[in-house]
């Protein structure tokens, strides 16, 4: 016998992927807890950026702390010359050349204590 589709077991509804709230309804649900304009909201986000891109700047400390969410650190990492022959490690058998990079900096991110207690 044949089986019909609608014998068929119906697949597992896939699970919808949660998203993150965007930038805008971020700014929103700020103003609407503390009851601020969202024009000052976003000043406020504004005038934060400023001050974490001075603090991690090469003038800044490198080392700037969100108090009871984040700390942030910059690390500078210094200009690599490249031309040297090394193993592909793709092709075994091939040499490749390392091409030059240039001087960058990595910031890193840290949850601080207040942060991860209130996501137990």
Do not use: C, W, Y
């Amino acid at each position: 016998m044949a089986k019909d589709k609608a014998e068929k077991p119906a697949k597992a509804e896939k699970a919808t992927a949660v998203k993150s709230i965007t930038k805008g309804q971020f700014i929103t649900e700020i103003a609407e807890t503390t009851a601020l304009s969202k024009a000052q909201v976003s000043s406020v986000f504004d005038t934060m950026s400023e001050i974490i891109v001075k603090q991690l700047s090469k003038k800044g400390p490198g080392v700037i702390a969100i108090p009871g969410l984040l700390k942030l650190k910059a690390r500078r990492v210094s200009a690599v010359k490249g031309g040297k022959s090394v193993p592909n490690r793709f092709k075994p058998g091939e040499m490749t050349v390392t091409k030059d990079k240039p001087a960058h900096t990595k910031v890193s991110v840290r949850a601080l204590k207040g942060l991860k207690e209130s996501l137990k």
